[in-house]
Every structure is written in structure tokens, then in C-alpha cells.
């Protein structure tokens, strides 16, 4: 932990990634951490994702460490006592203890995702996950852990003038940014001057960039001469006092077939090529990124510059993600 924890956010509420689908076969049971705890995810053999607190309610035990599924149900290793997906336990060796729930957790999964929601003090889900996530699936992943705040990651998309210090690159707003509850969408033109080949493609392009809460930041960069769309994915997670596990993904989707002839099949070596490729561009850019975070302190009260006025838009609007407004 750095000496950013100090100043430190607390978890915002949210959708967190906690694994993306091809992770949790049918059967599965695995544990992943979120806001400082374990969250123990599994599928039933029909298929359907379930996330869960950890300990049985019986003796304690980590249902995550040991843990099996039965068809619909969850079997605590200990004593095999079994969990309905609504947290019931439906069976147990001899009677069944009174009131013996698992304490669920809200999950969904879209787009070969699962999301799972924090919510302060066990509150409830209070939105849901944009239409946007229903596009193509990601087909390329990255996972690192770093020593920062998922609000840090976000706001890095909005901190244009690091663009040109760090990455070489700008961004330019093309529309006003739109604000809809816990939606942030930007449209921007984004220039590159001193990448490889590969940026340059985009150099130019138009993006829409969408933040959902603080752990999902979604860029489509269509690549319109070529008749491409891509679909880049930011998912941080909070999983301790300033520490998230970042995802990275992408997808790549033929949006016109004439520059693409042929059978379906054969266009999906491509494309799955082709994000693989977005993918590691946006994973070098990221590995720039991580250093500062990991070694930052965090200003509640920055002294921003003429050029900064986006930063103090995206602190306001991340006010309502945490109990006390703090952002």
C-alpha cells in the first residue's frame, strides 16, 4: 500500500467485473475479492451465475475453498450443508438449522462478463448496467494489480493533458459531454503523434467513451475504412484499501461484410486477431499509466489548470458513488 492510502477514497458503489464468463465453466466455483472481502462466485449446472458471501452460516466455513455444486445448489465443503440459489439451505446432514441462509450478492452477467454490485451498507442495486454492454462480446483479456482507486483509473480519460505528456497522443471534444445518473458519455477525436503504425489507424477518429459508476469505462473506436468496430473495455476493481485489479479488454466486429466476403467463420479468426492486436496497443499505454498511479497520492482538492475543467465535471458527477458525496 502506498502513502495514497492516507488520503483514500472509500469503495464506491457500483458493478464491479469480477471475472469475465469463459472463468466460471458450469459447475465452477471460484473466489475473487471485492471492497476488501471475499466474494464467492459459482454456476449452476443449468448455467446460471450466482455470487455469494463466503462463510456459511453454520459454522464458518469458506464455501469458496472446498465448495462444490450440485445441480442448482451450493454445498458448504465442511458439512455439506446445501444453498439454494436464493441463499436457502436446503439440505443438511440430519434437520435443517432455522433461519441457515448464504447471504447473496447481486450479479449479472452480460456480454460474457460478470458483474457483481457493492453497495454501501448492503444497500441494493441502484441502477443497472448500460444497453451498451449487449454489444459484441470481448474476446481479448488482461488483468494486472495496481496500487490506486478505481476513481483514479476513470478520471484518466478525462485528464486530457496527460494524453500529450505521457502517451503522445490528444484528445479533442467533438460534442458536449452528456450526463444521464451514473452514465458519463464523451465524444472525442483523439490524435496520435508518436505511436507505432497500429495508432495510427485511429489517428483522427472519432470515439464515444461511456462510464458506467466507476468501474466500467467502454470505448467504441470504429475503424470505418476498413469497415471495423472495436469495442475497448477499462473494468476496475477495488479490492483492498487502494489496491484494484484492472481489467482490460477487446472486441473487434466487421460492420461492413463487403470489405469482409465470405462465411462468418472465417471472419472471426480475423476479428479475434484484430482485438488480440487493439488490446495489447491500449495495455502499452495502460503500463505507462500504472507507475504513476502506483506511486501517487490522491488530491482531494487539486489545483487544477486552464484546460483541467473536465477533471472538476467528473469529480462532481462521481460524488453521487460514494455515502458521504466525497469524489
Given at each position: ?7 483514500a477514497?472509500?469503495?464506491p ?6 471475472a469475465p ?14 471492497a476488501?472481502?471475499?466474494v ?27 465448495g ?8 458448504c ?10 441463499g ?5 446432514p440430519?434437520?435443517?438449522p ?15 462478463m ?27 483479456w ?27 497522443a ?11 445518473g ?10 496520435v503523434?508518436?505511436h ?41 476493481t ?9 481489467r ?17 467463420l ?8 484484430a ?38 465535471r ?14
Open positions: 500500500m502506498n502513502s495514497a492510502a492516507d488520503t477514497l472509500p469503495y458503489s457500483g458493478w464491479f467485473c469480477l464468463s469463459h472463468e466460471l465453466a458450469a459447475g465452477a466455483v471460484l473466489t475473487r475479492r471485492l476488501g472481502e471475499d464467492v462466485l459459482y454456476r449452476t449446472r443449468p448455467g446460471a451465475a450466482h455470487a455469494v458471501r463466503p462463510y456459511c452460516p453454520h459454522l464458518g466455513a469458506h464455501v469458496g475453498v472446498g462444490t455444486v450440485e445441480g442448482e445448489n451450493l454445498l465443503p465442511f458439512h455439506r450443508f446445501a444453498f439454494a440459489p436464493d436457502t439451505c436446503v439440505s443438511a440430519g434437520s435443517l432455522p433461519r441457515a441462509r448464504l447471504g447473496h450478492l447481486p450479479v449479472r452477467e452480460r456480454n460474457g460478470l458483474f457483481v454490485w457493492y453497495g454501501h451498507g448492503g444497500a441494493a442495486p441502484g441502477w443497472e448496467l448500460p444497453d451498451e454492454l449487449g454489444t459484441a462480446a470481448p474476446t481479448s488482461w488483468t494486472r494489480d495496481v496500487a490506486t482507486h478505481p476513481q483514479e483509473v476513470i478520471e484518466n480519460i478525462v485528464d486530457y493533458r496527460h494524453l500529450a505528456a505521457l502517451h503522445g490528444s484528445a479533442q471534444e467533438v460534442a458536449p459531454p452528456e450526463i444521464q451514473p452514465f458519463l458519455r464523451l465524444h472525442l477525436r483523439f490524435g503523434e508518436r507505432r503504425r497500429a495508432e495510427r489507424l485511429f489517428d483522427g477518429t472519432q470515439q464515444e467513451v461511456l462510464m458506467g459508476g466507476l468501474g466500467i469505462l467502454l470505448t467504441r473506436l470504429p475503424l470505418p475504412r476498413f469497415g471495423l468496430l472495436f469495442h475497448l473495455w477499462s473494468l476496475p477495488p479490492i483492498g484499501p487502494w489496491e484494484s485489479r484492472l482490460c479488454a477487446a472486441s473487434c466486429t466487421v460492420t461492413d461484410r463487403r470489405r469482409f466476403p465470405g462465411p462468418g472465417l471472419r472471426s479468426p480475423l476479428t479475434g486477431i482485438a488480440h492486436a487493439m488490446r495489447r496497443a491500449a495495455v502499452e499505454l495502460l503500463e505507462q499509466d500504472i507507475p504513476i498511479w502506483n506511486h501517487k497520492r490522491y488530491e482531494p482538492h487539486p489545483r487544477l489548470a486552464r484546460g483541467d475543467e473536465m477533471i472538476s467528473f469529480r462532481r458527477w462521481a460524488r453521487q458513488f460514494y455515502p458521504d458525496g466525497l469524489s
